[in-house]
């Protein structure tokens, strides 16, 4: 099984300013890394797909990089609602495997 | 609107069984693989199976391999999760999430299990 590893566990940002949140794989997953959002309540919700890809309807300030064992979601400039916690997966291999989350804060 | 509605979820005692639904709306669900991923409280998510678009393939992740039981019924746009042997580190949230492409773009609201005597 992949083990993704998340970090930092939490992330203390103020409004405006850039989040930068990393994910690693225990072994290459290529480019098949996905992000996901959750709030508290709330399911997940995806944002990025295919390490650098947009999901519908998600802001251009959320960007995501990387290949093989390691990446990192971009959130370039922190609005109210993006205070969440956000989870790395792959889904290169079975099992599909998720990082443990990074809680984005305010600061 | 394309939306996941599960239900099924309550208090069951240790040993004991559960069968959970998604119901799907908004999209050709024949056409999709789903899988059910769970949160215990307080944690981060676990994937727990998937079932391609005809019931050809299933997976299951170890922690349930032999006591849960993926299936769909394309006919009624409905999934399932057939939880038998419950252990109190069954309790979570439980997610349906339909696949495209092997991403989980969409999440149902989840519906809760609690495993305890």
């Known amino acids: 099984e992949i083990v993704m590893t998340q970090s930092p566990a939490t992330l203390s940002v103020s409004p405006g300013e850039r989040a930068t949140l990393s994910c690693r794989a225990s072994?290459?997953?290529?480019?098949?890394l996905a992000w996901y959002q959750q709030k508290p309540g709330q399911a997940p919700r995806l944002l990025i797909y295919?390490?650098?890809t947009r999901a519908t309807g998600i802001p251009a300030r959320f960007s995501g990089s990387g290949s093989g064992t390691e990446f990192t979601l971009t959130i370039s400039s922190l609005q109210s609602e993006d205070f969440a916690v956000y989870y790395c997966?792959?889904?290169?291999?079975?099992?599909?495997?998720f990082g443990q989350g990074t809680k984005v804060e305010i600061k | 609107e394309v939306q996941l509605v599960e239900s099924g979820g309550g208090l069951v005692k240790p040993g004991g069984s559960l069968r959970l639904s998604c119901a799907a709306s908004?999209?050709?669900?024949?056409?999709?693989?789903m899988n059910w991923v769970r949160q215990a409280p307080g944690k981060g998510l676990e994937w727990v199976s998937s079932?391609?678009?005809?019931?050809?393939?299933?997976y299951y992740a170890d922690s349930v391999k032999g006591r849960f039981t993926i299936s769909r019924d394309n006919a009624k746009n409905s999934l399932y999760l057939q939880m038998n042997s419950l252990r109190a580190e069954d309790t979570a949230v439980y997610y349906c999430?339909?696949?495209?492409?092997?991403?989980?773009?969409?999440w149902g609201q989840g519906t809760t299990v609690t495993v305890s005597s």
């Open positions: 999430a339909r696949e495209l492409g092997r991403v989980l773009d969409v």
């Open positions: 908004g999209f050709t669900f024949s056409s999709y693989s």
């Open positions: 079932i391609s678009s005809s019931s050809s393939y299933i």
């Open positions: 072994q290459s997953v290529s480019s098949n």
């Open positions: 295919g390490a650098s």
């Open positions: 997966q792959q889904y290169n291999n079975w099992p599909f495997t």
